[in-house]
């Protein structure tokens, strides 16, 4: 037998096997990483999808909370797992951002990932104190920004965080002067602002929801190009007299780079196929999460432009990676 015969004897077994492994596939419990803490507004949405997944996939989703580093201690560690289809991870918008914001990540998300699909979005709103009377509305609150330059605090989640690039936009479309205030996150900073510590906070809804039905702060506009169906009332930035300002949380499902396509395309299927079931429609609409169902090919794209949409507002804030 030749040398040539004999290799694509072998490339053809190795093809065949590939082949059947992926016919196969899943056989085994999947793992979900989600690199933040249990409760948060990421970690519901994945063990809203995973639930769905595992019973259409006839195996379960395990999510695997991983927090620490910025997010960047699971990523790290869903990178370097094994490309086989049983680890995936959950990605969001701080993920695009990073790259300009922090000097060192440990991992590239477009070189390092697959994509499977984009989950949804979810609009930023602006909340306040629903104890403070001055603030029931977004242009009495811009008042006070003008009136008390750079006096009235701003909370935000942490320098480059997407509520910090979201409030010197605010700055910027308004030519207000703002005290931008970082915490450890929107949980903190929420609870501040409901606590009259700070002025205001730019959150999801599905972080701030618990406070919202607490009656402890309240959505004065909402950074989207309509109003929220869930909250009708609540007007858009663009109606209150701030142009251009649409800033939507994301997330999105992504495996390690070489994962099979054949793998990629049945995570994709069933990925999409759960977010058409209604009680994750409703899980989703409750936190006012819009469904994206796609391809990996779109979630590919979507990832490059955040990262160069993200990349330049932080440039713009005069930000660099440290």
Not at 126 to 136: I, W
Not at 181 to 198: F, K, M, N, T
Not at 299 to 316: H, L, N
Request: net charge positive; with cysteine.
């Amino acid at each position: 037998m030749t040398l040539p015969i004999r290799r694509c004897i072998v490339w053809l077994l190795a093809v065949l096997g590939a082949t059947q492994a992926c016919a196969a596939y899943p056989d085994k419990p999947i793992r979900l990483v989600v690199p933040w803490a249990a409760g948060g507004s990421t970690d519901a949405v994945a063990r809203a999808i995973g639930q769905q997944m595992s019973s259409a996939l006839g195996q379960e989703i395990v999510v695997e909370n991983r927090a620490g580093g910025s997010g960047m201690i699971g990523t790290q560690a869903a990178a370097r797992a094994p490309a086989d289809g049983y680890t995936i991870t959950i990605v969001e918008l701080p993920h695009a951002i990073a790259p300009s914001v922090i000097a060192k990540i440990p991992y590239d998300l477009q070189r390092d990932f697959a994509p499977i699909g984009l989950i949804g979005t979810s609009a930023l709103m602006l909340f306040t104190g629903a104890a403070v009377p001055a603030h029931q509305t977004l242009a009495q609150w811009l008042g006070d920004a003008r009136a008390k330059a750079g006096a009235l605090a701003l909370a935000h989640s942490g320098n480059g965080a997407v509520s910090h690039l979201a409030g010197e936009i605010l700055q910027r479309r308004t030519g207000v002067q703002l005290n931008l205030v970082p915490y450890r996150g929107s949980g903190p900073a929420l609870s501040d602002v409901a606590g009259g510590q700070v002025s205001a906070h730019f959150s999801t809804l599905a972080s701030a929801s618990a406070l919202v039905a607490a009656g402890r702060v309240k959505p004065v506009a909402v950074a989207s190009a309509k109003r929220l169906p869930v909250m009708p009332d609540v007007p858009t930035l663009a109606e209150l007299g701030v142009p251009d300002m649409v800033i939507e949380q994301w997330w999105g499902l992504v495996a390690p780079a070489g994962t099979p396509a054949p793998v990629i395309e049945r995570l994709r299927t069933e990925l999409n196929a759960a977010l058409g079931q209604p009680v994750v429609r409703e899980r989703l609409r409750v936190l006012a999460i819009e469904k994206q169902p796609g391809t990996p090919a779109a979630f590919a794209q979507f990832i490059a432009s955040e990262t160069r949409r993200w990349g330049q507002v932080a440039r713009d804030a005069g930000l660099k990676p440290e």
